[in-house]
């Protein structure tokens, strides 16, 4: 399910199936994709943040025309307990993997992995900080 | 500012271009006599060879590499460098003025963070600025290459960076009636290219970056992102556009403009340092 900015529109809640990912993808050429992504973080339920939210920033192989610190960035994931993966969606190698990626963390999160949760990510994130 | 005016004048009012450049290998400043001969052999053999500006007309281009002490930052910099070329007038010696064709300089402002960490026999001059035919650039910046081992690439300058520029310089106090600030956006993603500019009037500018900067001498990027949200803001309850969604590629104050593909224009001598020391920033950031 994509959507533009949160909250979700809440007459299609019954039917919506469980969410067990979160991904906000911020443009690195966009400054007001950052503002809309802080401002959606407002509305996520505090249990989603164990692990169920990863940030996404695309079009880091452009440098010379980013409009983001992204020093802040990383702070938005180290403030959220959550991981930010760089990537370049224009480049199809780098989709595909990214893609293959978030799946897999989809999977985790949706507890299809035996002995793994979502859980492990935050303790991962935890374990680089202590280093 | 301790900067001679008269020496620096030409700087002003010209539109130069930028690149980053790797520090020179036993650059010597004795011999900067040798080397504006050797380079003005070198472009008259690339002339020879077909290269020429203008075809099926004799030039004889004249070459002056000076060095400019006046425009350093800290002690560890290297006095800039500047490289003249020049048509000689008409075949004979006669004293009619020869008329500049090009310029080129090199120049370190605070660029110590990397003077600090190479090893001796390089000199550090980041910073290259040209005004002048694309093909004399080329001439030269193949010349240096070839004899100080150094790479030259063009410096562009990103949003983010362009929005500190604007922050920063709409805050000078300037003693003269200014002129507006301005930032132009393009707009992504549409089938005709779509550009919009916004014009501040100067006054305003700098009352807003004044509520917005809290330690005098000092530039936090959460500074810049409050300044800029306010002129976002300030454009969107207008016109309901999202200027953060599109792309900042030129901004000009009274002090000096830039363009995101690396050129700059400086319009006030008394700000000139502050200028070229962010510039050398940049050119440093690209070379690290």
């Known amino acids: 399910h994509i959507a533009t900015s949160l909250p979700l529109p809440s007459e299609r809640d019954h039917l919506r199936p469980r969410i067990d990912l979160i991904v906000f993808m911020i443009d690195i050429k966009s400054k007001y994709s950052l503002r809309n992504v802080e401002a959606s973080l407002a509305y996520v339920d505090a249990s989603f943040f164990l692990g169920k939210v990863c940030f996404l920033v695309t079009g880091v192989g452009r440098v010379n025309a980013c409009s983001i610190d992204t020093n802040a960035v990383c702070k938005l994931g180290e403030t959220y307990c959550s991981p930010v993966l760089f990537c370049e969606l224009e480049l199809e190698g780098i989709r595909v993997v990214t893609a293959q990626r978030l799946v897999r963390m989809l999977q985790i999160c949706a507890g299809h992995i035996p002995g793994v949760s979502a859980l492990s990510f935050v303790s991962l994130m935890r374990n680089s900080d202590d280093d | ?288």
């Open chain 2, 1 to 288: 500012e301790n900067v001679d005016p008269q020496k620096t004048a030409f700087l002003l009012r010209k539109a130069w271009t930028l690149y980053s450049v790797t520090p020179l290998y036993r650059f010597r400043r004795a011999r900067l006599r040798d080397y504006a001969r050797l380079l003005s052999a070198f472009i008259a053999a690339e002339k020879q060879k077909g290269l020429a500006v203008e075809v099926g007309v004799e030039l004889d281009i004249k070459v002056t590499v000076s060095s400019l002490a006046d425009l350093v930052g800290s002690e560890q910099d290297q006095a800039a460098v500047l490289v003249q070329l020049s048509l000689r007038s008409g075949a004979s010696s006669r004293n009619s003025e020869d008329k500049l064709v090009w310029s080129g300089w090199f120049c370190s402002v605070y660029g110590d963070d990397l003077s600090e960490n190479v090893p001796e026999d390089f000199t550090c001059l980041p910073l290259f600025l040209t005004h002048g035919a694309e093909s004399y650039t080329s001439m030269v910046g193949s010349w240096f290459q070839k004899t100080f081992d150094c790479c030259f690439r063009r410096l562009a300058i990103s949003p983010l960076n362009l929005s500190w520029m604007v922050a920063m310089w709409a805050g000078c106090q300037l003693d003269r009636a200014a002129s507006a600030v301005e930032l132009v956006f393009s707009v992504p993603r549409l089938s005709q290219p779509l550009d919009i500019s916004y014009a501040i009037h100067p006054e305003d500018a700098k009352a807003l970056w004044d509520t917005v900067q809290k330690t005098p001498g000092e530039v936090t990027q959460e500074e810049v992102d409050v300044f800029m949200d306010c002129l976002y803001a300030h454009f969107h309850r207008h016109f309901k556009i999202h200027l953060s969604a599109a792309k900042l590629v030129k901004i000009s104050t009274a002090v000096a403009s830039a363009h995101c593909d690396g050129i700059v224009k400086i319009l006030h001598s008394q700000y000139l340092s502050g200028v070229l020391m962010l510039l050398t920033e940049l050119a440093v950031s690209q070379i690290q």
